[in-house]
């Protein structure tokens, strides 16, 4: 299992949200710094599922990706998996966002529930640090898609993160 390490430091001129979708898919301007530097670690998974960090503040992130049918279960909902994915992704660099240049973390539990079958164009896992520990982050995750131009919840839960801090 791969470790997603820090970017630089989080300045608060990086902290920007992105509320165009098609522009966020097209552009790196989200924090371009701490973008750029994220870059190649982020790509790897969110690659399949063409996502893009459209909020980056200090300890919340939001990753979206537009729905399509390969991202579908058989009754056409999108599929747990990939709700799951972009929420733990987002609670992973949500805790990036609090560490050290160079740190690395990893989650160690997701817990999700799903309440409603996830349908629309939109989809966008989102998470904010909850506790910051040493060695471990609580973090809030949700999943949520877009539908007639409102952000509606399909699942919400908490996600462990272990943190390997840089030495100073």
């Given at each position: 299992m791969e470790l997603i390490k820090a970017p630089i430091k989080l300045q608060t001129t990086d902290i920007q949200t992105c509320n165009d979708y098609d522009?966020?898919?097209?552009s790196s301007k989200i924090a371009p710094t701490w973008?750029?530097?994220?870059?190649?670690?982020?790509?790897?998974?969110?690659?399949?599922?063409r996502a893009r960090i459209t909020r980056l503040e200090r300890g919340l992130v939001e990753i979206s990706a537009k729905?399509?049918?390969d991202?579908?279960?058989?009754?056409?909902?999108?599929?747990?998996?990939?709700?799951?994915?972009?929420?733990?992704?987002?609670?992973?660099?949500?805790?990036l966002?609090?560490?050290?240049?160079?740190?690395?973390?990893?989650?160690?539990?997701?817990?999700?529930?799903?309440?409603?079958p996830a349908v629309g164009?939109?989809?966008r896992g989102r998470a904010s640090v909850k506790k910051m520990g040493r060695t471990i982050a609580v973090c809030e995750i949700e999943a949520m898609m877009k539908q007639d131009q409102k952000w509606v919840t399909c699942a919400w839960g908490?996600?462990?993160?272990?943190?390997?801090?840089t030495p100073p």
């Open positions: 522009w966020c898919m097209n973008y750029q530097k994220t870059s190649d670690e982020f790509k790897k998974i969110m690659r399949l599922f729905n399509r049918p991202l579908e279960q058989q009754d056409g909902f999108v599929h747990a998996g990939a709700l799951v994915t972009l929420a733990d992704s987002a609670g992973g660099y949500a805790a966002t609090l560490l050290p240049s160079g740190s690395r973390v990893l989650s160690v539990e997701v817990k999700l529930n799903f309440l409603r164009t939109i989809i908490s996600q462990t993160i272990y943190c390997i801090r």
